[in-house]
């Protein structure tokens, strides 16, 4: 029975599918949004700012904030209460660590842009194929 559902997700229309598809699959399960902000590098766009911040990890739950919001949208049209997690650090690795407490993950294949696509699909790619537990991958 699945009791424990990872839905890793960033600002994409992909990633809200799969969070409708895990709330409306296990309707009887923990829902847990995961949202990955990248290590900080002058490479990585906004997790850049992570390097100046006093407190990384306040800084990355304001990252997080606004995915969580619309997560939080989404589950309230169903009338769900959902759990939310972020981590700073690579994408694959992160979620693949937090995969093992969890039964599922639910994933969409890419993020919206083509530099998420590369990313994302490089990330689903792998969670899939790496994960301790069974990945379902939402389009």
Same mark, same amino acid.
């Given at each position: 029975?699945?009791?424990?559902? #990872?839905?890793?997700?960033?600002?994409?229309?992909?990633?809200?599918?799969?969070?409708?598809?895990?709330?409306?699959?296990?309707?009887? =399960?923990?829902?847990?949004?995961?949202?990955?902000?990248?290590?900080?590098?002058?490479?990585?766009?906004?997790?850049?700012? #992570?390097?100046?911040?006093?407190?990384?990890?306040?800084?990355?739950?304001?990252?997080?904030?606004?995915?969580?919001?619309?997560?939080?949208?989404?589950?309230?049209?169903?009338?769900?209460?959902? =759990?939310?997690?972020?981590?700073?650090?690579?994408?694959?690795?992160?979620?693949?660590?937090?995969?093992?407490?969890?039964?599922?993950?639910?994933?969409?294949?890419?993020?919206?842009? #083509?530099?998420?696509? #590369?990313?994302?699909?490089?990330?689903?790619?792998?969670?899939?194929?790496?994960?301790?537990?069974?990945?379902?991958?939402?389009?």
């Amino acid at each position: 029975m699945i009791s424990r559902v #990872l839905v890793p997700m960033d600002k994409s229309e992909m990633a809200e599918h799969a969070l409708r598809y895990a709330l409306e699959a296990f309707p009887d =399960a923990e829902i847990t949004v995961f949202h990955v902000v990248g290590e900080p590098s002058a490479l990585w766009g906004e997790a850049a700012s #992570l390097a100046l911040a006093d407190d990384i990890g306040q800084a990355a739950e304001e990252h997080a904030s606004d995915v969580f919001d619309d997560a939080r949208a989404i589950a309230d049209e169903y009338d769900r209460e959902i =759990a939310t997690d972020v981590q700073v650090g690579h994408p694959t690795r992160a979620i693949l660590n937090a995969a093992e407490d969890f039964d599922t993950v639910v994933i969409g294949p890419h993020g919206g842009s #083509l530099a998420d696509r #590369l990313l994302m699909g490089n990330v689903a790619e792998t969670v899939f194929r790496r994960s301790p537990v069974p990945v379902t991958v939402v389009r």
